[in-house]
């Protein structure tokens, strides 16, 4: 490995795209923050119904825009609409959102009537006396929808049963809350993060909030805006457009007191310490530039732990395109898409699922790399490893999927465990051990000590294996020992942004001079203030295909039912999206 690979961790700093909105002014930003300003009190001294009544709007200014929002985004991605591709956009955008609405509704419902929101399920404490909180099933409707799947958020290990409602909705239980403005530097990927992290700002932190289109995405600016106008028109949310200038300006400008980002490490760095040598002799040193609250996601090389067992071809076809999925979705630009599958080396299954995985993608169909720099970012990961598997179109304007396997664990510049790729990539490392039991503990350390990033992992255990009490027990342990925000079983772990009753965000207690996923949630519609992780659980092989596979055949009608039942949820509703799952 060259000198180069060595010098390169972490998420990768990407060129600004050109701009579709024209970049809002300094005038223009400093009008719609005097408004923001002027509206905090107001914001912070309003009830609950009048809470409510808001998100209700939000809920159908959602409604309204959401087929004209999907159409703008298959066309701007490139996608093929009626395919599974435009299905995404359902299901990841507008659905997603309507789901976070809903949710921070029946949590504002519960404060109303309770002081907190109230768990589906009671807490519990693990042997160690972690506290667990059930979010998932939320409601008796998930309970149908996401037959088998569960979801946790464990706590921070200082807090206990007793005290855990001390530690939910901190802002709706102050006496006398401060009214502020929050920042949001919207991500450019997928096209809920921004009015999801508004969301979070405004309805759990309780902050009035400016919300800074990407360049990537700022097409989807107006729809954010006309959804959003129950809020905009009451000045509690502004939407302005612009790149990197218009960012910095923002970052600084004195009625700005807290920002939240969805980007890179780099990004980060940026604002905190700012650039050149001088950002750099800030950051050697610790001393900020920009002393703001910044709460901030950040990318990860996502690993998925294979565990050894008795799979079939089946099996291995169904986690193929599992796996395959979590690579190809939104053309590979996620942060918890797998980059890293971990494989027991003396598995006699393992060259079996590398040839599902090269199925998988072999029949995954081309997506356009709409994300600036993706031919370069690609280009970087060949030139380290020319042999690497490759599947679809090549050439200009192309970034063909790539599995890279055979990977050497110990090579400390093995630039796929140290950078995110941010493309259609993904690669394949196997460990040596003694026992399945043996090899799960150092594939934990793996990920924990050589994988960069604290954001997401994943683990796929086959049931038959759990039936060995030493095997089940390891796999709990690397649950609880996996350094990740979210850890999911069987499935991919992006799925726990999607629950959105989950944190989402990097494994708590990074530095702000090493920053690496980020620090702090969003999401949380519980409205935890000290979780540590978010995990979810889910059937080796569910039936139906999920909904977010690849290759699910009817994946439109799905996405566009689960938007209306996430807006409106009814038996008659319900009975349309299980009938459009079952025909995947």
Known sequence: MTQAASEVHGSVAIPEAEHRIEPTSRSRID?????????????????????????????????????????????AKGLTAGTAEEGEEWLAGVSTVLR??????????????????QLPKPAFARPDGQVVAPVAPANAWDGIIFQGFTAEVWMDPRVTL????????????????KGAIGLVLGAGNVASIGPMDALYKLFVEGQVVILKMNPVNEYLGPFVDQAFSALSERGFFKVVYGGAAEGDYLCNHELVDEIHITGSDKTHDAIVFGVGEEGERRKASKQPANPKRLTCELGNVSPVIVVPGPWTKKDLDFHGVNIATSVCNNSGYNCSATRVVVQHEQWNRREALIASLQKAFREAS??????????????????????????????????????????????????????ESWCGQTSEVALSASSVVDYIERAVDFCNDRVWGTLNASIIVHPKSLKDPAVADAVERAVANLRYGSVAVNHWAGIVYGMVSTTWG??????????????????????????QKSVLRGPFRPFPKPAWFIDHKNAVELGKRMTYFNADPSLARLHGLVWAGLRG
């Open 162 to 177: 007793d005290t855990l409602p001390d530690h939910q909705a901190a802002f709706y239980r102050a006496k006398s809350p």
């Open 506 to 531: 990097a494994f708590p207690g990074h530095s702000v001079d090493d920053i690496r996923s980020g620090q702090g949630v969003v999401h949380n519609t519980f409205m935890f203030d000290k979780p």
């Open 366 to 419: 081309d997506r356009k790399p709409y994300y600036p720099g993706s031919e370069d970012r690609h280009k970087t990961f060949i030139e380290h490893h020319p042999d690497a598997d490759q599947f679809g179109k090549r050439g200009r304007g192309h970034v063909p999927w790539t599995l890279i396997h055979h990977l050497d664990p110990h090579d400390a510049d093995e630039i796929c465990f140290n950078m």
């Open 100 to 117: 976070n609405v809903s949710l921070l509704m029946s949590s504002l419902r519960d404060i109303r009537d309770y002081g907190v929101p």
């Open 31 to 75: 009008e719609a923050l005097a408004i923001l300003d002027a509206s905090k009190g107001e914001w912070v001294a309003l009830d609950i119904d009048e809470r409510l009544e808001l998100l209700d709007q939000i809920r159908l200014g959602m409604v309204d825009v959401a087929p004209a929002w999907v159409e703008a985004s298959v066309k």
